[in-house]
């Protein structure tokens, strides 16, 4: 049911550049700020980009976020293996007067 | 620093009604700068946003569980609370609550609470 699509998976080398994408519309992502959070299976999700490109505190510099249009991406420079993880991005439906999270991206260090 | 910690049954019949509650510690619940959310995963599958709730008492509510979802909140206890009516095996997952900052279209999750997982039996 989910209104953000996001590819299904993502990998890459340590040290190497990954990006993960994540489709919305009109009502979502290009009316309403978007948000990124990182989850190692079997813990909770944790904020990792708010309001499209801010890093909480003690979130590495090598994660970096933008938005155009309808449309908001994550990426990952200088990749580690402490990132392997899903990753999910989140923004408010004006249509569904509802939060809405995307599809969620494994994201493995081969 | 704040925490949340759910709590509530880990096992409820199908056609029952499921309850939680979220203890939050380390700041006020009534600050009136946060809302406070239920976000559900069921295993092995994404996030879905539930709902949020105002310290005023107004709410949010996901419209594919509106019918069946109530938050409420305890100022007096610190605590805010989910009922799901009607369960039923696609209701079973593991359970969050968390703050939200930044206004209720604009905000993010920014403290989550370590997750309960609830099973509903037939």
């Known amino acids: 049911q989910s209104v953000l699509t996001q590819p299904p998976s993502a990998s890459g080398t340590p040290g190497q550049r990954v990006t993960i994408s994540c489709s919305g519309t009109s009502s979502n992502i290009g009316r309403h700020p978007v948000n990124w959070y990182q989850q190692v299976p079997g813990t909770a999700p944790q904020l990792l980009i708010f309001t499209n490109n801010q890093r909480p505190s003690g979130v590495p510099a090598r994660f970096s976020a933008s938005t155009s249009g309808t449309s908001a991406s994550l990426a990952i420079s200088g990749l580690q293996s402490e990132d392997e993880a899903d990753y999910y991005c989140?923004?408010?439906?004006?249509?569904?007067?509802?939060?809405?999270f995307g599809t969620g991206t494994k994201v493995t260090v081969l | 620093q704040v925490q949340l910690q759910e709590s509530g049954p880990g096992l409820v019949k199908a056609s029952e009604t499921l309850s939680l509650t979220c203890t939050v510690s380390g700041g006020s619940i009534s600050s009136g700068s946060s809302y406070w959310g239920w976000i559900r995963q069921p295993p092995g599958k994404g996030l879905e946003w539930i709902g949020s709730?105002?310290?005023?008492?107004?709410?949010y509510y996901n419209p594919s569980l509106k019918s069946r979802v109530t938050i409420s909140i305890d100022t007096s206890k610190n605590q805010f609370s989910l009922e799901l009516t009607s369960v039923t095996a696609s209701d079973m997952a593991v359970y969050y609550c968390a703050r939200q900052r930044g206004g209720v279209r604009s905000g993010y999750h920014d403290y989550w609470g370590q997750g309960s997982l609830v099973t509903v039996s037939s």
């Open positions: 989140a923004s408010w439906d004006d249509s569904l007067n509802g939060g809405v």
């Open positions: 709730i105002y310290y005023s008492g107004t709410t």
